[in-house]
């Protein structure tokens, strides 16, 4: 985990160093987002605001959400924490950071 960690990181960095206001790489899971030109943008990890939120994603067997299968937390300080396998059913959950 920390070295996926370094690597977003590492990410995150370069995209903030060679990008221009409202543009981000869309194949990447890291992004960002600037509301007005110069502003400092927001760093999203697959979606989630890291600071701002507390994301979490649980993933179930089947279109019923009857069995967990596994889940994906990115905390706020973009740490991410992730157990079993991801399926097509997930359900999502955010709290923000305080």
């Excluded at 995209?15 to 987002?33: E, Y």
């Excluded at 889940?71 to 059913?89: F, K, L, N, P, V």
Aim: net charge positive; proline share 4%.
């Amino acid at each position: 985990m920390r070295s996926r960690k370094l690597i977003q990181l590492i990410a995150a960095t370069t995209l903030l160093a060679g990008m221009t206001a409202g543009t981000a790489a869309a194949t990447s899971p890291v992004s960002a987002a600037a509301s007005a030109p110069g502003a400092v943008p927001h760093i999203y990890i697959y979606g989630c605001p890291v600071g701002r939120e507390s994301c979490t994603w649980v993933y179930y067997s089947n279109q019923y959400f009857t069995t967990v299968v596994g889940s994906r937390t990115i905390q706020c300080d973009g740490t991410e924490y992730s157990q079993g396998t991801a399926s097509d059913w997930e359900r999502f959950y955010a709290s923000s950071c305080g």
